[in-house]
């Protein structure tokens, strides 16, 4: 047995299968009551589901087929076979067998008085396998084409305990199987649902193929290593405690979750400007949740279309604000794919919810189950095309800290399905973001307004006066020797630093000296130069600007350098792109640079700023949260010009 080669984004591959939709109605309130009971009902939850869901795996494997998504309380399963093959009857037949098995077996599925129930749709025809993404090393295994639009329709119309299989599936069984026809009301494709009542004909089906025994443990790790862009983080973490194990990982955990629906077909057929905007999307969905810290848990296509799921809160990363970080990764998101033309509907809930893997030994995948998950989904179907909606929980996590800066209006409250009451629905204000960590530029203009003005209130600070006199003592001496220096402001939160600081800028300002300060923060630790854009929003003198248009801010930029740098400088302002990403053209100084040339000249051309604006204090806040790019402008600015004293703001450093 080879090992198989690495695969490169993007990739089609194209074949001919069946698939099959089943859904599982009863997990919300089985897992809502088990996980009231805490860790020992937990502990009962994961091992019920689990059982339940190796007897549903097995029927499918026992009849050749492969479960290829868990999507919440539902999954996916394709029998699949060469483009060439003529076997596709036969994987039909295989398919409608374990339906019909899953329905005779595990319909009205009994666990401590909760009943599961089943609902199947089966497509069948030719599909494509697609595998694409790559950011963070992480890729995404999508496959796409008519049968899995006919097996979400059939699912999608079939009531509990029952199967519905697509015309165009039931055509290749030629009489093997016996249907019922029913009038389907409100179906608008081209797809025709039919009820599956039983085999006629039964083709013995070929199990799925098991790993043979004798394979070396080598294998095996190459295997784990090719498959290991494919699991989440929060997989990965704990692989090692449910690696050959009976056992399972679940916990009641309160996350925030996104679902996005995406106005956008796969392709189907080997189309390079197709499978390239594709990869470009996910890419771009990638980037917005990973720049966040968050998860991509999937992205399928199911019975509401192409959809992205993502979670915050979820170790190896939790944070304090994952639902900020949640609504401005939508945000991002969505500005993202919107230049590239395709429209987003999303949705954002926050609540607890059962996390873990489900499955068996041969078959499992991490799943969330809960309310909040089925909320997220309805209300990325309620929502209108451009809309990102939120429930309560989300807006008021959002609104409870007014340094974030987060900014919801309410709309009128929805029945979605699965609630008694109407829900409050609310959604973040658009204009607050406008690409990755980049304020609006009309914010910049009223930063660099607010950091440029005198304002006694902020230039007094009671019961701090020996620390100001230390850092006017400090200042006086760097002035004196012409030196720089760096000085920390350390201690725990909440004692006061932010406030030490402002007040020594603003009262540095009022006796008429050449000042600035950046603030940094967890949002954007990864964002470069974050922390500079409130500095050069005053260098710049932003303040003058009377709007918020983008080419008006360019000219300000270029007169500006034009009067205060020297040309072999000025040459490499396009490499602002890194401190305002507003989309400076590059130019033959800058186009031929290598990754590392470009971070130096950034450095020389900034530190040449800075050089002409002359400042005496330079403060960054919350300093913990400079990116390396940031810290590496202050050193060498302290390096290299004198007359400067620079003060972080920071937490306790050991």
């Known amino acids: 047995m080879s090992f198989p080669l690495p695969i490169h984004p993007p990739t089609l591959e194209i074949g001919k299968g069946v698939v099959l939709f089943a859904d599982i109605s009863g997990f919300t309130p089985l897992t809502e009551e088990m996980s009231s009971r805490g860790p020992p009902g937990i502990e009962a939850m994961t091992l019920h589901l689990n059982q339940f869901f190796e007897k549903l795996i097995n029927i499918i494997h026992i009849h050749g087929g492969d479960v290829i998504k868990f999507a919440g309380d539902a999954l996916m399963a394709v029998w699949a076979t060469e483009a060439h093959s003529n076997r596709l009857p036969a994987m039909v037949n295989y398919c409608c067998q374990a339906a019909l098995t899953m329905q005779r077996d595990l319909h009205h599925y009994m666990i ?281 929980s989300t807006y008021l996590s959002c609104t409870k800290d007014t340094s974030k800066r987060m900014q919801f209006f309410q709309l009128p409250s929805e029945m979605v399905k699965g609630k008694s009451e109407p829900i409050e629905i609310y959604s973040p204000w658009k204009d607050d973001t406008i690409s990755f960590g980049a304020e609006t530029i009309q914010y910049l203009i009223m930063r660099a307004q607010k950091l440029s003005s005198v304002n006694r209130e902020n230039s007094i600070l009671f019961g701090r006066i020996n620390e100001i006199e230390e850092l006017q003592s400090h200042l006086d001496e760097t002035l004196n020797e012409g030196s720089s220096r760096l000085i920390a402001l350390t201690g725990d939160a909440g004692i006061g630093k932010t406030k030490l600081g402002e007040t020594f800028y603003y009262g540095l300002l009022e006796r008429g000296l050449t000042v600035c300060m950046g603030v940094a923060d967890a949002l954007n630790c990864n964002t470069s130069l974050y922390p500079w854009r409130d500095i050069f929003s005053v260098v ?106 620079a003060i972080i703001i920071t937490r306790e450093i050991e």
Not at 245 to 267: H, N, S
């Open 112 to 392: 401590e008085g909760h009943i599961l129930r089943l609902h199947a749709g089966i497509g069948a025809g030719v599909i494509s396998y697609l595998h694409v993404g790559g950011e963070n090393g992480r890729m995404e295994y999508l496959f796409s084409g008519d049968p899995l639009e006919q097996a979400a329709v059939c699912e999608h119309f079939a009531s509990p305990g029952e199967v519905f299989i697509s015309r165009n599936a039931c055509d290749y069984l030629k009489g093997d199987i016996k249907i019922k026809k029913r009038k389907i009301i409100d179906n608008d494709t081209n797809i025709i649902p039919l009820h599956l009542i039983e085999m006629k004909k039964v083709v013995p089906p070929r199990p799925t193929d098991h790993i043979p025994d004798g394979i070396s443990g080598q294998f095996y790790a190459d295997i784990r290593e090719c498959l290991r862009p494919y699991i989440p983080p929060c997989v990965t973490e704990n692989i090692r405690e449910v690696i050959n194990t009976e056992g399972a990982i679940g916990a009641m955990r309160v996350i925030t979750v996104i679902f996005v629906m995406i106005d956008f077909i796969l392709p189907s057929t080997q189309n390079e400007t197709e499978l390239m905007h594709l990869q470009k999307a996910v890419v771009t969905m990638q980037q917005s949740i990973y720049h966040y810290e968050g998860i991509v848990r999937q992205f399928l296509v199911d019975d509401k279309g192409s959809v992205l799921i993502s979670v915050f809160g979820l170790p190896p990363v939790v944070h304090e604000d994952d639902q900020v970080r949640a609504v401005k990764a939508a945000m991002f998101l969505q500005h993202g794919l919107n230049k590239l033309n395709i429209r987003t509907r999303i949705g954002i809930t926050t609540g607890p919810a059962f996390c873990g893997d489900v499955g068996c030994k041969e078959r499992r995948e991490f799943a969330m189950v809960g309310d909040i998950v089925n909320l997220s989904a309805r209300l990325m179907v309620l929502c209108k095309w451009g809309d990102v909606l939120c429930d309560k």
């Open 540 to 645: 710049f003198e932003m303040s003058s600007l009377q709007t918020g248009d983008l080419n008006e801010l360019k000219a300000h930029i270029n007169r500006w350098s034009d009067e205060a740098l020297e040309e072999s400088i000025a040459n490499y302002l396009p490499l602002l792109n890194s401190l305002f990403p507003f989309g400076w053209e590059e130019n033959d100084h800058t186009s031929e640079l290598t990754p590392d040339e470009r971070d130096d000249k950034m450095i020389e051309l900034l530190r040449s700023m800075i050089t002409h604006f002359n400042p005496q204090v330079i403060i960054i806040d919350n300093a913990f949260f400079m990116d390396k790019m940031s810290q590496r402008l202050l050193s060498d600015i302290l390096k290299n010009v004198n007359g400067i004293m």
